[in-house]
């Protein structure tokens, strides 16, 4: 009996000691888990994502119908049931929390990236919401609160070919230069 008071008495100081360890260990991998909109007094509904790496930012979010600014491009959508070769590829595990990764075709990279979450419409505002990802951040957690299923999610961007250099063309050019100076210096000896 005498050990269960002392512990009762030290549970608060070790779950301070326990909070500050895990407070150091979310800052030292730098996981930034982003609400949008993010305050109760706003919205009924909370969506969120966490990034495996970057950062994400509330875009916007609001009832009804994803409705984003002209001049923001749709690469993919989950509901679609299309995907192109020239796009990036966006998918998502789960029905009010799960996975999102977005695969960039080879010789392209993704930019301005946005990805947007909607759910049903209910009674519960917003029905979706849009996160700006720095660029390079390509997979990562997302979840909705209130359990009202993920309708879809649509992924938004700019895709740019990437200047990878060329190494084996180079070396083909070489090799062929070699060869003509071969074949030259064949027909002077002949």
């Known amino acids: 009996m005498f050990a269960l008071r002392r512990f009762t008495k ?13 407070a150091d260990s979310v800052l030292a991998s730098t996981v930034v888990t982003t609400g949008c ?5 706003t919205a009924d509904r909370d969506f969120s994502v966490t990034p495996d790496s970057g950062l994400a930012t509330c875009y916007d979010y609001g009832p009804g119908n994803i409705a984003l600014p002209s001049g923001v491009q749709l690469l993919d959508k989950t509901d679609d049931g299309v995907d192109a070769l020239s796009s990036a ?20 990279k993704l930019t301005n990236a946005i990805i947007a979450f909607k759910t ?12 700006k990802l ?49 074949m030259r210096r064949r027909r002077k000896l002949a």
Not at 37 to 41: K, V, Y
Not at 153 to 170: C, I, R
């Open 89 to 108: 590829i966006l998918t998502v595990t789960g029905t009010v929390e799960g996975i999102w990764k977005i695969a960039v075709p080879t010789g392209y």
């Open 134 to 182: 720095t660029d390079g951040a390509l997979s990562g957690l997302w979840s909705v609160d209130k359990k009202h299923k993920l309708s879809h999610a649509s992924l938004y961007g700019t895709l740019e070919v990437s200047q990878v250099p060329l190494p084996a063309a180079g070396l083909l050019l070489l090799t062929g230069m070699g060869g003509l100076a071969a």
């Open 10 to 22: 030290l549970l608060p100081a070790v779950a301070v000691v326990a909070l500050m360890g895990a």
């Open 120 to 131: 049903g419409v209910a009674h519960f505002d917003p029905d979706w919401a849009a996160f």
């Open 37 to 41: 909109p993010g305050t109760a007094t």
